[in-house]
Nanobody, 119 residues
């Protein structure tokens, strides 16, 4: 089981920047995907960005060009650099890790951190 602890949430002005961090501990297998999801009130949880253990990245269309995901494998930590923030980015952001264990993907979730962008 993988345990995830997020940090870096808070209040930020529109147009500003913020960086989220997620530190993972436990059994992390070599083939894995670390990423961030978010959920706004009344909306479905959506993928924001993720990064594979080989380095490939994926972003939601709404954040392309503004957000950057990265990871430090030595620290088992994934980061989300958020620039040019908009009020629409306001949500609870959740860290997620999926690991390939033998033949199945296993996933873990963080508790979530609130990001609020004021207009």
């Amino acid at each position: 089981q993988v345990q995830l602890v997020e940090s870096g949430g808070g209040l930020v002005q529109a147009g500003g920047s913020q960086r989220l961090s997620c530190a993972a501990s436990g059994s992390i297998f070599s083939i894995n995907v670390m990423g961030w999801y978010r959920q706004a009130p009344g909306k479905q949880r959506e993928l924001v960005a993720n990064i594979h253990s080989v380095g490939s990245r994926n972003y939601a269309d709404s954040v392309k060009g503004r957000f950057t995901i990265s990871r430090d494998n030595a620290k088992n930590t994934v980061y989300l650099q958020m620039n040019s923030l908009k009020p629409e980015d306001t949500a609870v952001y959740y860290c997620n890790v999926k690991s390939l264990v033998v033949t199945q993907w296993r996933e873990s979730w963080g508790q979530g951190t609130q990001v609020t962008v004021s207009s």
